[in-house]
């Protein structure tokens, strides 16, 4: 069998051949004064360069700036780039260096192949690699791995001098989403918004008045308050997370994040897997630190009500709701409404519910308290609020035995253990610090130094827990003035710079004004009232034949 061989033969030229469509990509990963030079430079290199050269034709020219070159799919000029080719308006690709065009081998590679697969080739200038050539790919998946380790130890340096200016106190924030300030003459110094902490200010208080993240966040957004991120939606996600945030009350933790793969940037919380770093008073405060300490009280307490399946998830939007307490069993009421006769009552959790599934108590464990009509409660509850101009001397007291005494002791011990806490820290220092644990001495300090800051945090939960009180007997006091017609009834007070202020301060230049027609002409309440429920009572305690109304500043009163 003979086999012809039939010789290749040249493409039968047509004319003159077309100049290739070039597009040319560049790329700079910071946006410094140094790399903005280097992007200028690229751009003009590639414009001369294609133009100049006939038998290339300028197809445009890509350029990311500012932005790592790990992820592709964060780079929208580079995709725009692809998509030119795959749309086949591209013949050839210039760019600078393997670097440049990405520094994630996996993306590399994907992206080097597809467009090998469309016939356009990429031309690395500082490597001087053709992807149409043989020997090409080999040579690109060594520099491409190459690359990718670069930027993994450029990663590594970058998070060690993040980390080295924490452990000098040097915090970043995130200016562009975090509300009530902004940058200062340093990236690590904050300048307080006047508009913005205002803002900030009455979250803190219409939480620790009873309300709800959720019922803030309609409020704010009802009355088109700018959110953080830009516009005016608001959720109750973000109203916690400032709540949360300790920067409020003048103090700075760092690190409270992380990220885990410097390919995808991935973040994950730190929980114990990093180092914190923590400083007190780093910067001007825009709410007091017992305000911030008595909000973080009551997150808690908020917490544990919605985890204990005994009692009702707290809710502010129905005021009775996880406020009715069973005064035989100590669970909450659970609401009930009977459309067909207009009726409306209120059950303790331990009696035999409407559904089977609601039962969570274990057998044997049911109450069997009366049901109340929630039109008695209201009624009970506008007797109490009435009979509060009789406790006003009890209210007085009360008030001033708090703000004076009890503060004024707790302040005291809180002096006497930050001195000592002060004295061990010198000693602690004096023997070595924490670089000489090992020593009998040292190990002693250290552990005397953690029991005394043990001590002084207790003592500041105790002192919010207090100054709370007085703060809420001053409130109280005021609604009793207002209903007897004395003069300095509540009203709407004006905030002004200096941005903080003393807890007791806080309130009375923050609160807002009691509505209007509350009262009838002799000072008595007319009708149950919502709001009021929520910003005085603490709970209502249901008895046989009586009901206790517990006000927040551990005042009760007992109606029928």
Not at 132 to 138: D, K, L, P, R, W
Not at 272 to 278: A, L, S, V
Not at 452 to 473: F, G, M, P, S, W
Request: aromatic share 8%.
């Amino acid at each position: 069998m003979a086999v012809q061989v039939i010789a290749a033969t040249s493409a039968k030229a047509t004319g003159p051949s077309k100049p290739l469509r070039t597009a040319a990509y560049c790329r700079v990963s910071t946006d410094t004064d140094e790399q903005e030079t280097s992007y200028e430079a690229q751009r003009t290199h590639y414009l001369t360069r294609i133009t100049e050269d006939p038998a290339l034709e300028l197809a445009g020219i890509f350029a990311d700036e500012g932005i790592t070159g790990t992820q592709a799919r964060k780079r929208p000029e580079f995709l725009r780039m692809i998509a030119e080719c795959e749309a086949g308006n591209v013949d050839l690709v210039i760019t600078k260096s393997i670097s440049r065009f990405a520094r994630n081998t996996l993306d590399c590679l994907n992206y080097i192949r597809k467009l090998k697969a469309l016939g356009i080739p990429i031309i690395f200038e500082k490597e001087s690699i053709n992807t149409m050539e043989s020997s090409g790919e080999v040579l690109i998946t060594i520099l491409a791995s190459i690359a990718q380790q670069e930027s993994a130890s450029i990663s590594a340096n970058v998070r060690m001098g993040i980390e080295f200016g924490f452990q000098e106190g040097r915090g970043r924030l995130n200016y562009s989403t975090f509300l009530g300030y902004r940058r200062g003459a340093t990236p690590s110094s904050y300048v307080i918004v006047p508009d913005e902490a205002r803002v900030v200010r009455r979250i803190y208080r219409e939480f620790l008045e009873g309300y709800s993240p959720y019922m803030i966040a309609r409020w704010l957004e009802a009355g088109k308050v700018p959110a953080p991120a830009g516009g005016s939606t608001w959720y109750a996600s973000t109203v916690r997370s400032i709540l949360r945030n300790e920067k409020y009350c003048g103090d700075l933790l760092m690190q409270k994040y992380y990220t885990v793969d410097f390919l995808t940037h991935k973040t994950v919380k730190n929980e114990g897997q990093r180092p914190q770093y923590f400083v007190e008073n780093d910067h001007e405060p825009i709410v007091p630190k017992d305000v911030y300490r008595q909000v973080q009280g009551e997150l808690r307490r908020r917490a544990k009500l919605a985890s204990d399946p005994s009692k009702l998830r707290y809710g502010a939007r129905l005021a009775l709701n996880g406020r009715l307490v069973c005064g035989k069993c100590g669970r909450t009421l659970k609401r009930y409404v009977k459309p067909s006769r207009h009726l409306t009552d209120w059950r303790c959790r331990g009696r035999a519910l409407v559904k089977k599934s609601d039962v969570r108590e274990q057998p044997g464990s049911r109450c069997d308290c009366r049901i109340v009509r929630e039109r008695a409660v209201w009624g009970a509850v506008v007797r109490a609020f009435n009979r509060l101009p009789g406790e006003r001397d009890h209210i007085v007291v009360m008030a001033h035995e708090l703000a004076v005494s009890e503060l004024g002791r707790i302040d005291a011990l809180l002096t006497r253990e930050r001195g000592q806490a002060e004295r061990l820290q010198g000693r602690f220092d004096e023997v070595g610090g924490s670089e000489r644990m090992e020593s009998p001495e040292a190990g002693f300090l250290h552990a005397e130094l953690a029991e005394t800051q043990d001590r002084i945090n207790a003592l500041y939960a105790e002192r919010a827990e207090c100054a709370n009180k007085a703060v809420k007997a001053q409130l109280l006091l005021e609604l009793v003035n207002q209903m007897t017609g004395v003069t300095g009834a509540e009203e709407a007070t004006s905030e002004s710079d200096p941005a903080c202020y003393d807890y007791e301060d806080f309130f009375l230049r923050t609160r807002k004004p009691l509505p209007r027609h509350t009262f009838s002409a002799s000072g008595k309440l007319v009708a149950f009232n919502n709001d009021f429920v929520i910003r005085y009572v603490d709970h209502i305690v249901v008895h046989e034949d009586v009901y206790e109304v517990h006000f927040k500043p551990s005042l009760v009163i007992t109606v029928a």
